[in-house]
């Protein structure tokens, strides 16, 4: 079984900063690429960064500049460094990655959501 668990959310005031985790654990062959979305109250889930094996990443205009999303490969740990946080940036946010076990299947694999709350 494989799993992603989300941590670093929590309350934060505008202007403030936030760094999310993602680790992923349980029978890993590879890790491809990797994700954060977010889902804000009464809106779709919407994609916010993402990270290629290779490290390359892509942002969504909204968070360019002020996320930056990273990976230690070694720890199977995925990283979003979220600068000048604005109640606009409220919502759950997910993490996602494209992993294969040991029979080398590879499967898209979703954690549970860390709450962010911008609010002063």
């Known amino acids: 079984q494989v799993q992603l668990i989300e941590s670093g959310g929590g309350l934060v005031q505008p202007g403030g900063s936030l760094r999310l985790s993602c680790t992923a654990s349980?029978?890993?062959?590879?890790?491809?690429?990797m994700g954060w979305y977010r889902q804000a109250p009464g809106k779709q889930r919407e994609i916010v960064a993402g990270?290629?094996?290779?490290?390359?990443?892509d942002y969504a205009d909204s968070v360019k500049g002020r996320f930056t999303v990273s990976r230690d490969n070694a720890k199977n740990t995925m990283y979003l460094q979220m600068n000048s946080l604005t109640p606009e940036d409220t919502a759950v946010y997910y993490c996602?990655?494209?992993?294969?076990?040991?029979?080398?299947?590879?499967?898209?694999?979703w954690g549970q959501g860390t709450q962010v709350t911008v609010s002063s």
């Open positions: 349980g029978n890993i062959f590879t890790i491809d690429a």
């Open positions: 996602n990655a494209d992993i294969s076990d040991s029979g080398r299947v590879i499967k898209r694999y």
């Open positions: 990270i290629s094996s290779s490290a390359r990443t």
